[in-house]
């Protein structure tokens, strides 16, 4: 058993070296997620659509908020496992949320990483994971699988 573990916390140990190798590479750090973070939900609080929605909800919990996004994105660029939150159920039942946001959401996300990736790769690799999150969480809170029925007219 103890070999067992010892064997997984190597394995865990070599992927997050590997990944802060990777991301190293690409001009990824801590620093520049904490950058994304702030001019990424900056833009998200001043935007027209998105802006009323994150406001209602973090009204007074902005900096909260901030701090489990960074630690939320460190953990997926560098596999920490330092975020354990719960994206969905966070989601969840928000007032004014709907699936388009989630569009706008990915837009504003390109517009930043256009303005401050520090390569193109870097903006590759977080639009690719942003959109795989999008999606996960549009699914997820906005799926009907009765629209995919087989058995259901189609117009």
Same mark, same amino acid.
């Given at each position: 058993?103890?070999?067992?573990?010892?064997?997984?916390?190597?394995? /865990?140990?070599?992927?997050?070296?590997? !990944?802060?190798? &990777?991301?190293?590479?690409? #001009?990824?750090?801590?620093?520049?997620? !904490?950058?994304?973070?702030?001019?990424?939900?900056?833009?998200?609080?001043?935007?027209?659509?998105?802006? @009323?929605?994150?406001?209602?909800? /973090?009204? #007074?919990?902005? @900096?909260?908020?901030?701090?489990?996004?960074?630690?939320?994105?460190?953990?997926?660029?560098?596999?920490?496992? !330092?975020?354990?939150?719960?994206?969905? &159920?966070?989601?969840?039942?928000?007032?004014?949320?709907?699936?388009?946001?989630?569009?706008?959401?990915?837009?504003?996300? #390109?517009?930043?990483? $256009?303005?401050?990736?520090?390569?193109?790769?870097?903006?590759?690799?977080?639009?690719?994971?942003?959109?795989?999150?999008?999606?996960? /969480?549009? /699914?997820?809170?906005?799926?009907?699988?009765?629209? $995919? $029925?087989?058995?259901?007219?189609?117009?």
């Amino acid at each position: 058993m103890d070999n067992d573990m010892q064997d997984r916390a190597a394995h /865990l140990a070599a992927l997050r070296a590997r !990944a802060q190798a &990777q991301m190293g590479a690409i #001009g990824v750090d801590e620093a520049f997620i !904490a950058h994304l973070v702030e001019t990424f939900y900056g833009r998200i609080a001043d935007h027209p659509h998105l802006g @009323p929605v994150f406001n209602a909800r /973090l009204e #007074g919990r902005w @900096p909260a908020h901030m701090a489990k996004m960074t630690s939320f994105w460190s953990s997926l660029v560098f596999r920490s496992g !330092a975020y354990g939150g719960k994206p969905v &159920q966070a989601h969840a039942g928000i007032p004014g949320m709907a699936a388009e946001l989630f569009e706008q959401w990915l837009a504003l996300f #390109g517009t930043t990483l $256009d303005d401050i990736a520090p390569s193109t790769a870097a903006k590759d690799w977080f639009m690719t994971t942003a959109e795989r999150i999008a999606r996960s /969480l549009t /699914l997820s809170l906005f799926y009907d699988p009765a629209l $995919d $029925d087989p058995a259901r007219p189609r117009r």
